[in-house]
């Protein structure tokens, strides 16, 4: 979208010089046309030479021109001049204005490395500049530079994105770290910033007794995670993180800012419809649950396996998640030659459990079970790295049942097995994120699942090993879409999947097209898997 600068060619400075005289002239061409003062100040119509020449010697012209946005204003990196209406009849963000504290930095900035950098040290990329933004209105000042600039916009919360979609080259980076407060609005709601990291979450509500169904990752960013879905160990008794989002603060690719109490269809897109589509989301308000007391972790353990004896582990463990009570989690993580397993409580008494864990039991190498230990605690051990690694990692598929898998199991194993670095994990689902009011109210596309996957693959960074893990990924991914295994997770996103609108979002896809097309018709904000208008 072009833009018109007034009085161009003219610096704010130079404006201060810009002969009274004519300016005065000007005055009175417009004081003698009723047309053209229909929409002017009456302290302007009234405006005499005597009061101009006053001003103009007190303060300069510039004072006089602040209605335009074109007053003698610091600027920050570059012209960031008064920006015209967006073509749409919506006035975009005055990014000159003397209140604005947006904070553009280039790759000059002793900042930028530090503020470019993601989780995966497998991305390595150079926008432009960043734009470190604390409240909604820098969000859209940061737009309106973008679109002056003719920048490609990337949003970074936590920078977890797997495939680096949080940052681009040669565009603007919108960093959304700084905003991650959390704030209490009683009756159980909390409002959230974008950039709100899980571990600072549950640091901040746990102690009140609150619990927002997430993931596990301390670094992770709400915002990211929300967006596409979130799931983790409270998923199965609760629903998705997205399932209790309630409303959002969005900033779209024009750089105005919306409510979705104004659009309802806003909302549902936001819940599962993925991160980086339809603009910045800079406030979340949530729903949340009455925090659970402790949490027991149960763990599972078998070594030297081959493909086969793995697969038929893999169909009996599925067999028995599949009936845990909702209140458990489980994970199954084939690493190398060997199986650890993990299944999650956080409600006692439940009598349904133990025979299940007998039986499990009975099927691997080791087994044993922690203490009862509060939450707040426990979740620490599921926290993840606190440092960027290396890897590349992405969705392998959703299961209702092992048969989803079976026809290919053997081989992705024999992969797995045979790649140092690789591992193979399928996580449960099911539960309440089946629940069919949960689906009407959301984007999220996969509710009819009982399982999800991820294939991991992790290195040091040298030519060899990265060679050797793109290609056993690629292999892995390939065999699983030529085994009719479709639906994928959008926040494990992949660049391998040709099919990726219908893997990530289902039937979902053309509605989602229509919100991008109202919200982002230029397609500012945008990476490789972003939904097109």
Known sequence: MLFKIFFKGYEPERLRIFPYNLLFLLIIVVQKSNVLTRNIPSELKTFTRKKFIKLGLGAGAAVFLQACGLGGNKKKNGDLGQLSDTGHGLKTPDIASSSSTLDILDKSD????????????????????????????????????AMKKKLPIAIKSGGHSMEGFSSNDNGLMINLSKMNQIEMLGDGKIKVGPGCTLSHLYDNILPKGLLLPTGSCASVGLGGLALGGGYGLFARKYGLTCDHLLEATLVDGQGN???????????????????????????????????????QAHHFKSRHLNP?????????????????PESCFS???????????????????????PPLLDHLAGLVDEFHSSKETALAKKLKNYYGSDHPVYFRNSSAGLYKSFSDISSCITEVFTTTMNTPGMIFAVNTLGGQVKNPDFKKRSAFPHREFNFVSELQAYGNNTPAQNKSLGEATDGVLKLIAQNGINAQYVNYCSLQFNDWEKNYYGENYPRLQAIKRKYDPNNNIRHPLSVRG
Request: some cysteine.
């Open 308 to 324: 086969e004896t793995a697969a038929k582990l893999l169909q009996d463990w599925m067999d028995i998640a599949a009936q845990l």
């Open 331 to 353: 994970g199954y993580v084939l690493n190398g030659h060997t199986l650890n397993i993990l299944v999650t409580n956080y409600e006692l008494g439940n009598e349904a459990l």
């Open 110 to 145: 002793p900042r930028y490395d530090t503020l470019r950098s993601v989780f995966n040290q497998r991305i390595d990329k150079y926008p432009a500049y960043i734009a470190l933004c604390t409240k909604t209105e820098e969000v859209g000042e940061a737009v309106a530079f």
């Open 257 to 295: 800012i919306h409510s979705t109490k104004d659009d309802a269809e806003l909302l549902w897109a936001l819940k599962g419809g993925g991160n980086g589509n339809y603009g910045i989301v800079t406030e979340m308000v949530f729903n949340t649950q009455k925090a659970p007391a402790t949490l």
